[in-house]
């Protein structure tokens, strides 16, 4: 193929593919926060392989960690055997998250990926409580295979599951009638009302920042009167985790600033560390009730990615890396609220928490044209939203001043191109 030539893509490739039409480029080096593609043009990452790389690219000390793993000819596949890599991962997942923020969880490896540890955490809530039905709320999003589907709000990708979805409820998610206490009323209406036509759930499944839904972040009160229904209802609690978590909004799980603890807790993306697929189920041990092999999966486990992992976890051994995580996210959120004043043409308002914020468009494709500038300046930027309203800040949590600050310029630029294009100036 020619040195950035999209047509092999194109000619081979599935009409399914996504990315590669809102970064029309062939990507071939990365590190940190950078990625050229293969006439050497730099991109800004603001992207992070939709959270898969809460570290950024290519980090100096997990890759050596791979490479010296790959070299001394460690397992590289085994399913659900024993490894002398994986008993050092759950050793220190225990020691350096569980532990210190006093969890008792038992960790399940599933397929590697969210979807994967979605489907099993749904499946589990079944068994345990005998029940049918969930509940999940407006806008969620949780996965692309069916049972993830059925707790999936957008109406796009659900369409795509081609049979109906059943076997869950949807309830407003926080600020979605924009009053909180008539929001959680209604659920608790909804549940204890015998003429309702809603059973009591096995569980309910929660993002605290919808990521994919729009950048809703949740509040703690909102999140708190969440786990007491469950808890006054023996529902389970399910939070995926698999987006909002690894420290993206600024502690390691999203959920720890509200005080609560789920039962059961979805993990993805970037536990890993490195890019390499890897998910995990957290279940408090009282509903650990799989039979061996109930639920399985020919990749459940990733050996490379157990090493590599393990070496992510170095960055959670003290307070350090959330700490500058929540100092920058300062530092977006205001200059997102700088763009919004500066640029009343966006009609735009502010979503999100930690290192997943954006801002919510008021006019029609105006998140699209705006990411879309980005690309063209040298900024990797995706939307979220039903409709793609909102465009979506996602830089690796390891940013340093210099290039988070880069990377904000640009992106201002593109809101002024934008809105130029969008609003022409006539004489």
Known sequence: MNENDLGIF??????????????????????????????????????????????GHNDENMKQKLLDYIQEDG?????????KTKGEFLQKFHDVILEPRNLNYKV??????????????????????????????????HGMTIGALSVTGNAFKRNGAGIPLSHSYTMPFDNYLNDMEQETDFIERILDDSGSGVEMPAAFILETVQGEGGLNAARMEWLQKIEKICRDRDILL????????????????????????????????????YGLPLALTLIHPDYDKFEPGEHNGTFRGNNMA???????????????????????????????G?????????????????????????????ADAVAAKCFEHGLIMET????????????????????LDKGLAILEKAIEKAVEEKNPVTT
């Open 306 to 336: 157990f090493v590599t992992g393990m070496e992510a976890l170095n960055y959670w051994k003290d307070d350090s890396l959330s700490k500058s995580i929540q100092e920058k996210s300062e530092r977006i959120y205001t200059f997102l």
């Open 238 to 273: 399910i939070v995926d985790d698999v987006q909002a978590g690894v420290g993206r909004t600024g502690t390691f799980f999203s959920f720890e600033p509200a005080g609560i603890t789920p039962d059961i807790v979805c993990l993805s993306k970037s536990i890993g560390g």
């Open 10 to 55: 194109e000619k081979y490739e599935s009409e399914v593919r996504s990315y590669v039409r809102g970064f029309p480029t062939v990507f071939h080096e990365a590190k940190g926060c950078k990625i050229w593609d293969m006439d050497g043009n730099e991109y800004i990452d603001f992207f992070s392989g939709a959270g898969a790389l809460n570290y």
């Open 75 to 83: 397992i590289t596949h085994s399913l659900d055997m024993a490894s």
């Open 384 to 403: 979220a939203g039903s409709d793609d309203e909102v465009f979506k800040l996602f830089p690796p949590i390891t940013i340093d001043d210099e290039n």
């Open 108 to 141: 399940m490896f599933p397929g590697p990926t969210g979807t994967n540890s979605v489907e099993s955490a749904l499946k589990l809530a079944r068994k345990v409580t005998g029940r049918t039905n969930v509940v999940s709320f407006t806008h969620g999003f």
């Open 338 to 366: 700088n763009m919004i004043d500066k640029y009343p043409q966006l009609q735009g308002t502010h979503r999100g928490r930690g290192f997943m914020q954006g801002i919510a468009c008021g006019v029609e494709d105006m």
